[in-house]
């Protein structure tokens, strides 16, 4: 059955699998998607913290007159807060230290004289409680922070060891199976013959998987039915998402689609009124597994992989407000066949602001140089022939 790309995505997402939850250590969480709120374990910051190095007074001496204060004391980062004794008198006070008591207000040594410990107020004008960070300005104890289902970047990791998180509950990884056909392809190591070619889709769907810190099993069949039905049965129930590389359109010695079927695998559709990558295959197995089979031309694989699987993964992990990212042409475009179009596109936003899109059509599905040009592929839909410059479509980054 073949479907339009939109029906292909709701489908896709339907079978999102609900993954399990895991505990794994903070300096291994990143890119990671967190599973569980978090919460301020106490105010933050957790008290008035200096902001500036200088000293630290009772504003309303300044108030009243007075520009010369006695040093009596150093507060420093990481002390115990100090209390002011003399109201009259300064605390010397480091950035990131918490503010004596009896203080309210910071003055920078760039606005001081200081001599045989006394400091000397330069400027004619300050204002009460400057240069200090107040205590739970940013947060409250208890306030949420963090949502579940948010991709852990470097931010979130800094926030997760603010909060003593020396484990995170995240969203677990599917067990990955990457499955690539056909006599033409050799491995990167060996010397192809004229009629053959290395190995580069299996490295590519691999690459986007990793970014995702999934470790995806890579395997290789040949152009022999038997073993491909073999060794599909045999890794089914290994894995919960697996993805095929090639064989899976109507050749003479494409025998995946079959093979599926002989595994027990319940097939959902197969092709999609799409340009590169028509011949896609979608399918699952016992409920415990999704099968995407997509074909064999670098390509079409990329679009496969960028509008599909990472959406269905996104999905799965519970990530969520993942916007769909647009970008405009940078000139008028036709495109005559009845099919949504995937065009690889340079992107610059240098002149005015929009995120611009520069077509690159590239020589077709096998153009893999092309790929190495672009930053991404633009979703042109079908119903349509002409599409002028300025207009906004769905981008789709890999870079």
């Not at 409250?140 to 997760?160: N, P, Q, Y």
């Not at 056909?181 to 769907?205: C, F, K, M, W």
Request: proline share 6%; charged share 20%; glycine share 8%.
């Amino acid at each position: 059955m073949m479907v339009t790309v939109s029906q292909a995505e709701r489908i896709v997402l339907e079978h999102a699998l609900p993954l399990q939850i895991e505990q794994i250590p903070l300096h291994h969480a990143l890119a990671r998607v967190l599973a569980e709120d978090l919460h301020a374990d106490r105010d933050f910051p957790p008290f008035d913290r200096v902001t500036m190095d200088g000293i630290a007074i009772h504003f309303a001496n300044f108030a009243s007159g007075q520009r010369q204060f006695l040093i009596e004391a150093v507060q420093a980062a990481g002390s115990a807060q100090l209390t002011l004794q003399g109201q009259n008198n300064c605390i010397e006070v480091m950035t990131g230290a918490p503010l004596p008591q009896g203080t309210d207000t910071v003055i920078r040594y760039e606005d001081l004289d200081i001599e045989s410990g006394m400091a000397q107020i330069r400027i004619s004008e300050i204002a009460q409680r400057q240069n200090i960070h107040a205590q739970a300005i940013d947060r409250r104890k208890g306030d949420l922070i963090i949502s579940a289902g948010r991709k852990i970047g470097s931010a979130e990791m800094a926030t997760a060891a603010t909060l003593g998180k020396a484990t995170l509950a995240v969203a677990k990884l599917p067990r990955t199976a990457i499955i690539s056909t056909g006599d033409e392809l050799v491995e990167i190591h060996e010397t192809p013959l004229p009629h053959q070619i290395r190995r580069s889709n299996v490295y590519a769907i691999q690459a986007a998987l990793g970014e995702w810190k999934i470790e995806a099993e890579a395997f290789h069949f040949y152009d022999d039915e038997q073993a491909i039905r073999q060794g599909i049965a045999e890794i089914l129930p290994r894995f919960e998402l697996v993805i095929l590389s090639g064989a899976v359109s109507e050749g003479k010695f494409d025998f995946v689609p079959k093979a599926l079927a002989a595994a027990g695998v319940t097939p959902i559709f197969h092709k999609v009124s799409q340009r590169p990558g028509k011949p896609f295959w979608f399918g699952t197995f016992a409920d415990k597994a999704v099968l995407f089979a997509l074909p064999g031309n670098p390509v079409s694989a990329f679009v496969g992989t960028y509008r599909y699987i990472l959406p269905w993964l996104r999905q799965s992990l519970g990530l969520k407000n993942w916007p769909q990212s647009t970008a405009v042409l940078s000139r008028d475009f036709v495109f005559k066949p009845d099919l949504t179009y995937f065009v690889p596109v340079i992107l610059d936003n240098s002149t005015d602001g929009l995120l611009r899109a520069t077509l690159l059509e590239g020589h077709g599905s096998g153009d893999l140089a092309n790929l190495n040009d672009a930053d991404g592929f633009l979703e042109l839909p079908k119903e349509r022939t002409y599409f002028a410059a300025g207009e906004a479509f769905p981008l789709f980054r890999y870079r």
